[in-house]
């Protein structure tokens, strides 16, 4: 681990359609690579149920024990549409119409298209900052360390942008891929060495097979692009040493 | 929420490569299609990083409070494959050389290829289960409710059969979609009454933006086919009250 990290996240994947695996999360992945982007480290994701208290009890743990937390799902317009409710619960506040975000929407749909439905899509947490949506209208929201998007891939993209200046991170967490032609097990010994020499980078070793190839990827990461280089340039040493192939990627 | 499932899972997927968004997991949806398939219902997943004191902590949290845990990741030769002995530490147990393993590397290997950096991948658990990999050769384990298995998606895939007989699940969990041109905010209200009316069903709605159409899949899930019957029959009335077109996805 990388102790010079000083901002963490846990993301909480919401949705019942993950756990059934009919869908296959993608927001963790879009989420981490533009968290470490802006210096923060992701340390958990957790995918739990449209279930309330499954939702508020979660919730109060990872908030105290993360610097950020990001929620994906459950702010649309329908039944298993809790996540709003739920946050509301775990801070204690009112849940209510948010003014703002209703006028955004009476906005956005043309007249008498404001409907009943579409109208639950403003109920957030007392006080809760928007996070506006330039793709479908509906905004998310943030609660003290708690940001809310939703979960259509394509829509939580669309709303990183408007994120970015809510959020304080530190250095941007830096990552180095070199892939070998070789197995694991070659490599093992020396890449301990290399790891233990090199406590502030974490390296990941991760086999692959492509295009009928067979090879490992081992990945730098650190915020310090001299210590990923001197890491480099130790595995390469000994690579180059066992006459092993450096492949592309 | 199905009141009448008996068996639930966690999933614990151990790996930085998911927590810095380099690899996108899929093993999430494998493990829960198939467990679902035997009538084990998923409650939770956990993604988190190759740390001993983070997996020890969590597999004694998940395996108190569910009848099986799914581990994926870090059972290979390198220095962050460190599944084994946190599962070891997480039981209390002994961490050493499997001689049912040892003597399967020891075959499945050309001579004087069991090297140092593979015959790692037979320090366990005393006493672990095995569960035979037909793809690599090398073992995944049980102890006691835990199970653990490789995060290549590939390998984790063909050793799914050789758990079947281990895991006693209840009823499959069936799962029905009805898709909808139609936008979520039109039929919120009648799904609602409709989620109400039939609580044993779970019912999800799931917006979907699909070769250029717009629509919204409803999922009804539960281990009784005739409760999934009435509840697609009260879904389509309102469909057809609403004329809403049923569409294919």
Redesign the interface.
């Given at each position: 681990?990388n102790k010079n990290t000083k901002f963490n996240a846990a993301i909480l994947?919401i949705?019942?359609?993950?756990?059934?695996?009919?869908?296959?999360?993608?927001n963790?992945?879009?989420?981490?690579?533009w968290l470490?982007s802006i210096g923060v480290?992701?340390?958990?994701?957790?995918?739990?149920?449209?279930?309330e208290k499954?939702i508020v009890d979660t919730l109060n743990i990872l908030r105290k024990s993360n610097n950020y937390v990001f929620t994906t799902g459950g702010i649309?317009?329908?039944?298993?549409d809790i996540t709003a409710k739920s946050v509301a619960k775990a801070f204690g506040l009112k849940y209510e119409v948010h003014k703002e975000a209703f006028k955004i929407l009476e906005k956005y749909y043309k007249p008498g298209e404001f409907?009943?439905?579409?109208q639950?899509m403003v109920w957030m947490p007392e006080n809760a900052e928007l996070i506006l949506n330039p793709t479908s209208g509906a905004p998310g929201f943030s609660v003290e360390n708690v940001f809310c998007l939703p979960g259509?891939p394509?829509i939580l993209k669309s709303m990183l942008g408007g994120l970015k200046n809510k959020i304080v991170g530190g250095k941007p967490?830096l990552?180095y891929t070199i892939s070998l032609k070789t197995v694991?097990?070659?490599?093992?010994?020396s890449?301990?060495k290399v790891?233990d020499q090199n406590k502030d980078v974490?390296?990941?070793?991760?086999?692959f097979?492509h295009a009928g190839k067979l090879g490992v990827s081992i990945?730098l990461?650190s915020e310090n692009k001299s210590q990923i280089d001197a890491c480099n340039l130790q595995i390469l040493e000994f690579v180059n040493k066992k006459k092993i192939e450096v492949v592309d990627r």
């Open positions: 681990m994947i949705g019942n359609e993950i756990l059934s695996g009919r869908t296959q999360d993608t963790t992945s879009t989420l981490a690579i470490n480290k992701v340390n958990e994701v957790r995918v739990i149920p449209d279930v499954t649309g317009p329908t039944h298993d409907n009943e439905g579409r639950k259509v394509s967490i990552s694991e097990s070659e490599i093992a010994n890449l301990t790891q974490e390296i990941g070793s991760y086999p097979f990945v990461r």
